[in-house]
Every structure is written in structure tokens, then in C-alpha cells.
């Protein structure tokens, strides 16, 4: 296939595009550039044309001549989206509807949207699979239920979108992100030789390896139209839901000497588990190849190879919300989240 993937600078698409590639698709990218700074180590074999562009000046011919389209260029977390939440309903609700409703009048059969378990937001001791009722707690999760709302309308005979719910990513990626729980805590372990968790842990969270991820979306699209079409599936394993505080000894165990603490409940409701049951018994191909144990521990070789500091670990290259209000701060982003003209 001939697939446009949206957001191949960013931390998961720098690894997703070689392998839908290694599969034989035919992939350009497409991203605005925001995060391109943050380059921890040369690791992705071999990245795609990347079409330099803002998801919102996306034009239909742009889109003509591709099979598939995989979004996953949004405002990429609950802190980002909090920044300033009526421009990430204007980018990720919005800009993405915008996007597919382009894309089917372009003749793409196929759109591939990345959603998050974050729409899930406050769960009770069940597993929430894709017929549970969702409870987004953020603008970020809540933009996920919009666009998924909208786009489930357009799909007829010619257009199939399809829905992942990604659990939280972890793993190591060139454009590499230290604001998801796992990789902070390792980059903590490694810099620090400390984790001082502020909250007792307690709150579940799924979690996923960034190539597992990117295993999911090329399942998706090598799978027959009709195990995919319009169809929802959260990205994992159910034998990956977590305590946070789980994460934190997992990571701890992995970085030989690191100190663990935990503080009290810090008043974060976000507390979900989640039954991956769907998408390992419907779409074909698809299982998990990495867990919490091999994750942290792929880390720690990386920092080893790269001498991590812990100036690049706070650093902003590897943080979205210190990377946006820097643009921001120096004028480089619009009050509308567009580039602006250099000096």
C-alpha cells in the first residue's frame, strides 16, 4: 500500500515508519516539526519522505493516490493538552476530522486513527474493553472520544476507519520522550540513581512498547477490510495493566542500586484497567512482543550507549510541554500553535 503517516518525526512514528516499510508499504510522512530537536541516538532504520506540513493546511490533493492514511499528528499528552485547550480541540478534534473527511474525498480507503486508553479516565476493578463506557477526565482524552465519534459516521462501502486505543507508550525511540511514566522513572533511576514517587502508586495504568504499537497499526493494515472496518481496538496486553507503583519496582529492579520511595495519594483519579482480549483474538498477526521487564531494560542499554545526562534527561528536547512553551516563549509558534515567520 501507499500510506501517508502523519506525525513520522515524532517519538512513536520514527519507529513505526520503518516498519510499515519493512513490509513493503510505500510510506511518506508528514509532520509540522515541533519536536525535531530531540534526537537522542541514531536508531530507526531508515525514515520515509516527510512532507514538512501542519496537519491543518492539509489540501485533498495532498491526499489523492494513497491507499491508507495513519494519523497520529495531535497535541500528544493530558499536560500538553491542558496548555491551552481550546486550540487542542481546534488541532486534535477539529484538525483530525478535518483530515479524514479530506482523505475520503480523496478516494483513501483506509484511516487508521491513533486513539488512547485515556478515554477510559476513572475505572472501577474491571477490565474496560471497547464496549464500556467512556469517561475522559482531560481535553487531550476527550478530543479521542470526539474524533472517534465522528469519524465512525463516514465510514461507508469506499472508506474504513479503524480506532486504536494505544495503552501508555514506553520504549526507546530516537525522538525519544521523557514525559510517560515509564521512561521517566527509568530516566530517573539512571540520572539519579533515585525514584521519590510523590503518590503510593496505587492507580492502574496499561501500558505498551512504542513497536508494539507500530505492530498494531501494520496488522491493521495487512488485515482483510472486513476484520477492520469501523472497528475499535485497545493496543496490548492484558497481562500489562500495572500499578504505578509496579512500574516504579519494575524500573528500580532494572537499574541495579536505585533508591525507591512512595508518598501518599497526590490526587490523580486517572485510574483504568484495561482487557486487551479483542485485538489479540480478532486482528490477525497481532500480539505483544515486549512487556515492562524487557522495556526498562532496553532503556538502561541505551543510556549506557549514549551516557545520558541528566541535563539532556530534564532537558526540553525530550519533554512536549517544555519543547511547546519554549516555541511559544520565543516566538516561533503563533498563539493558534502555527510556525511563524523567522526574524
Not at 501500558?207 to 481496538?233: G, Q, S
Not at 512500574?247 to 525507591?260: K, N, T
Amino acid at each position: 500500500m501507499k500510506v501517508l503517516a502523519t506525525g513520522t518525526a515524532g517519538y512513536i512514528g520514527t519507529m513505526l515508519a520503518p516498519v510499515f516499510m519493512a513490509r513493503g508499504h510505500e510510506v511518506v510522512g508528514l509532520d509540522t516539526g515541533f519536536y525535531n530537536q530531540g534526537w537522542l541516538f541514531h536508531g530507526a532504520d531508515g525514515l520515509p519522505r516527510t512532507l514538512v506540513k501542519d496537519i491543518r493546511d492539509i489540501t485533498v490533493d495532498d491526499l489523492r493516490g494513497f491507499d491508507a492514511v495513519v494519523h497520529m499528528a495531535e497535541l500528544s499528552n493530558d499536560p500538553l493538552g491542558q496548555l491551552n485547550p481550546t486550540i487542542t480541540y481546534k488541532i486534535n478534534h477539529e484538525g483530525s476530522v478535518a483530515l479524514a473527511k479530506k482523505a475520503k474525498e480523496a478516494g483513501v480507503e483506509r484511516f487508521i486513527y491513533f486513539s488512547s486508553c485515556s478515554v477510559y479516565g476513572v475505572g472501577t476493578d474491571e477490565h474496560k474493553t471497547e464496549e464500556s463506557e467512556v469517561n475522559p477526565q482531560t481535553a487531550y482524552a476527550e478530543c479521542k472520544t470526539y474524533v472517534e465519534r465522528d469519524l465512525k459516521v463516514l465510514a461507508d462501502d469506499m472508506f474504513s476507519p479503524t480506532f486504536l486505543r494505544n495503552a501508555t507508550a514506553f520504549g526507546a525511540s530516537p525522538r525519544m520522550r521523557f514525559d510517560i511514566v515509564l521512561n521517566n522513572l527509568s530516566g530517573l533511576a539512571w540520572t539519579t540513581n533515585e525514584i521519590k514517587m510523590t503518590s503510593d502508586g496505587t492507580p492502574w495504568r496499561p501500558l505498551v512498547h512504542i513497536l508494539d504499537i507500530a505492530k498494531a497499526a501494520a496488522c491493521v493494515l495487512d488485515a482483510p477490510r472486513e476484520a477492520i472496518h469501523n472497528e475499535t481496538f485497545n493496543v496490548g496486553s492484558t497481562e500489562q495493566n500495572y500499578r504505578v507503583r509496579e512500574i516504579a519496582e519494575i524500573v528500580a529492579e532494572a537499574f541495579p542500586g536505585c533508591d525507591l520511595s512512595f508518598g501518599s495519594s497526590d490526587g490523580d483519579n486517572r485510574s483504568y484497567r484495561v482487557s486487551f482480549e479483542k485485538i489479540n483474538t480478532q486482528l490477525p498477526g497481532f500480539a505483544c512482543d515486549w512487556d515492562a521487564q524487557k522495556g526498562a531494560a532496553q532503556l538502561r542499554r541505551i543510556f549506557e550507549q549514549v551516557d545520558l545526562s541528566g541535563g539532556d534527561f530534564t532537558s526540553k528536547k525530550y519533554t512536549r510541554l517544555k519543547q511547546l512553551n519554549y516555541l511559544i516563549r520565543t516566538g516561533q509558534i503563533d498563539d493558534s500553535f502555527f510556525w511563524t515567520t523567522a526574524p
